[in-house]
C-alpha cells in the first residue's frame, strides 16, 4: 500500500513543500508565491480578461446585479444591491483531477 503524502495547509509548510521540490530557499519560494498572488491580483482587476492560472483555474472580477433576496431571521423579503465580486473559476483539468 502507498503512502499518503501529506498537503500542507499553512503558508509555512507551503512555502517549505515549494523550496524542497524546487531546490531554493524558503525566502525564495516565498518571493515567488507574492509575485503570482500580485500577478494575479492586478490581472483580476481587469475586467475583461481576468488572470488565468494554468492547471488551476481563473481569478476574475465580476459585476453581480440587483436581486431580491430573503432576511433569513424573520422571511422579509429585501432588495440586495449590484455589487463588484471575486471569483475563482476552476479549470477542467482541476475539476477532472479531483473529481475523476
Keep these: 500500500m ?3 503524502e501529506i ?8 512555502m517549505a513543500a515549494l523550496a524542497e521540490s524546487a531546490e531554493i530557499t524558503k525566502k525564495q519560494a516565498l518571493q515567488v508565491y507574492e509575485r503570482l498572488i500580485d500577478l494575479a491580483i492586478k490581472g483580476a482587476k481587469q475586467e475583461e ?3 488565468m492560472l494554468p492547471g ?12 431580491m433576496g430573503r432576511n433569513p431571521a424573520t422571511g422579509e423579503q429585501i432588495k440586495i444591491k449590484a455589487k463588484k465580486v471575486v471569483k475563482l473559476v476552476a479549470c ?8 475523476g
Design 49 to 51: 480578461k481576468g488572470f
Design 2 to 4: 502507498a503512502k499518503k
Design 92 to 99: 477542467k483539468a482541476l475539476k477532472d483531477a479531483i473529481l
Design 7 to 14: 498537503v500542507p495547509t499553512t503558508k509555512s509548510g507551503i
Design 56 to 67: 488551476l483555474g481563473k481569478v476574475k472580477k465580476i459585476q453581480r446585479p440587483a436581486r
